[in-house]
């Protein structure tokens, strides 16, 4: 069964950055595009950053120009760097495949998340 552990969330002031780190138990990520998720108290998950097994990034606009997302294959990692960080980026954060391969029935259990809180 394939699982997901993220760590590097933590409780940072606005304009910081963190940087996130995704492990998959299984070699999925030579497979398919991985993406970054994300859910704030009281709204639904969004995801906010992909990356193909290519390296073609995608972001949502919310982030566009703040995060990276980045993946290395051989150590099945996926990694969001986060940077001038904004109180409306606190979240659970998540990784998982990609929301086009969920749309496509690639349904792989989410992880325990990691929590990222902005605030001064």
């Known amino acids: 069964q394939v699982q997901f552990v993220e760590s590097g969330g933590g409780l940072v002031q606005p304009g910081g950055s963190l940087r996130l780190s995704c492990e998959a138990s299984?070699?999925?990520?030579?497979?398919?595009?991985m993406g970054w998720y994300r859910q704030a108290p009281g709204k639904q998950r969004e995801q906010v950053a992909s990356?193909?097994?290519?390296?073609?990034?995608n972001y949502a606009d919310s982030v566009k120009g703040r995060f990276t997302i980045s993946r290395d294959n051989a150590k099945n990692t996926v990694d969001l760097q986060m940077n001038s960080l904004k109180p409306e980026d606190t979240a659970e954060y998540y990784c998982?495949?990609?929301?086009?391969?969920?749309?496509?029935?690639?349904?792989?259990?989410w992880g325990k998340g990691t929590l990222v809180t902005v605030s001064s």
């Open positions: 299984l070699s999925i990520f030579n497979i398919y595009p």
């Open positions: 990356i193909t097994t290519g390296g073609t990034t």
């Open positions: 998982n495949v990609d929301s086009i391969s969920r749309s496509g029935g690639i349904i792989v259990a």
